[in-house]
Nanobody, 115 residues
Framework: QVQLVEFGGGLVQPGGSLRLSCAAS????????MGWYRQAPGKQRELVAT???????NYADSGKGRFTISRDNANHTVYLQMNSLKPEDTAVYYC?????????WGQGTQVTVSS
């Protein structure tokens, strides 16, 4: 059974930082491209950042310079370090794993940026 479990969400003040983690099980993690997406209330789910199985990264413009995606293949975990958070970063953040035509989603973790 494939599971993607996110950790690390919460309430943070504007300008603060959070580190999200996603622990994967049931897949050969090193073979999968991993990503983080987010969905704010009333909006569509959108890309935040991706990292390929080879370690290449890609970021949405909204997070460039503030967010960093990384992976630890030994521990089957992908991370999203988020700095200089803004109220508009408030959303449910989802972990995503994809390989060819197969993809999986985590259950999401809430990030709220508010004073």
């Amino acid at each position: 059974q494939v599971q993607l479990v996110e950790f690390g969400g919460g309430l943070v003040q504007p300008g603060g930082s959070l580190r999200l983690s996603c622990a994967a099980s049931g897949i050969i993690f090193r073979n999968y491209n991993m990503g983080w997406y987010r969905q704010a209330p009333g909006k569509q789910r959108e890309l935040v950042a991706t990292i390929t199985s080879g370690g290449s990264t890609n970021y949405a413009d909204s997070g460039k310079g503030r967010f960093t995606i990384s992976r630890d293949n030994a521990n089957h975990t992908v991370y999203l370090q988020m700095n200089s958070l803004k109220p508009e970063d408030t959303a449910v953040y989802y972990c995503h794993a994809v390989r060819i035509a197969v993809n999986y989603w985590g259950q999401g973790t809430q990030v709220t940026v508010s004073s």
